[in-house]
T-cell receptor, first 110, second 113 residues
Framework: AQRVTQPEKLLSVFKGAPVELKCNYS??????LFWYVQYSRQRLQLLLR??SRESIKGFTADLNKGETSFHLKKPFAQEEDSAMYYC????????????FGKGTKLTVNP | EAQVTQNPRYLITVTGKKLTVTCSQN?????MSWYRQDPGLGLRQIYY???????DKGDVPEGYKVSRKEKRNFPLILESPSPNQTSLYFC????????????FGPGTRLTVL
């Protein structure tokens, strides 16, 4: 069965510190993973996808198939990074759908 | 402007009183989906639709119904709401070929007393 696990409900760091939001997945097929972000009073939106290996707002995430992980990292956190972050897995084979983790609330303190 | 709209944005109702939350998108997307967001449980999919007249259950469909008579609309129906359906509901849509990139609505906060 497909599953996305975000072990940290809450994560608090100081401005300028590195931040890593953990995501592990369980999926029998070829995984496609994504990070979504929800800033306060805003809609959930796609932050980045593993397949493009992009860096968005200073965030990167590398898919590690050996460890079944897709951790989100940023070397120097900013206050505006405070938000709810969801890791998501795209399931395929018939009906595609996104399976979300439970989310991690990141707070960046001044 | 490309967007997903939901109505109402806030609703307080009583147990057993049927209600409908509307969702509309103007991007000609084939795929639409409903999620509920609860503290500590994250986003859970209720129902989704790959195209007109095609709907499927998500992970938590009990107590909900949907319909997809037109491409742009995907209403969520609670025939007999109960307090455990108090939640924040999100509608989302995407191209059928890019389900990973879903556009979300602003959310509907529902309270069932």
């Amino acid at each position: 069965a497909q599953r996305v696990t975000q072990p940290e409900k809450l994560l608090s760091v100081f401005k300028g510190a590195p931040v890593e939001l953990k995501c592990n997945y369980s999926y029998s097929g070829s995984p496609e993973l994504f990070w979504y972000v929800q800033y306060s009073r805003q809609r959930l939106q796609l932050l980045l996808r593993h397949i493009s290996r992009e860096s968005i707002k200073g965030f990167t995430a590398d898919l590690n198939k050996g460890e079944t992980s897709f951790h989100l990292k940023k070397p120097f956190a900013q206050e505006e990074d405070s938000a709810m972050y969801y890791c998501a897995l795209l399931t395929q084979g018939g009906s595609e759908k996104l399976v979300f983790g439970k989310g991690t609330k990141l707070t960046v303190n001044p | 402007e490309a967007q997903v709209t939901q109505n109402p944005r806030y609703l307080i109702t009583v147990t057993g009183k049927k209600l409908t939350v509307t969702c509309s998108q103007n991007m000609n997307h084939e795929y639409m989906s409903w999620y509920r967001q609860d503290p500590g449980l994250g986003l859970r999919q209720i129902y989704y639709s790959m195209n007109v007249e095609v709907t499927d259950k998500g992970d938590v469909p009990e107590g909900y119904k949907v319909s997809r008579k037109e491409k742009r609309n995907f209403p969520l129906i609670l025939e007999s709401p109960s307090p455990n359906q108090t939640s924040l509901y999100f509608c989302a849509s995407s191209s059928r070929l890019a389900v990973n990139e879903q556009f979300f609505g602003p959310g509907t906060r529902l309270t069932v007393l």
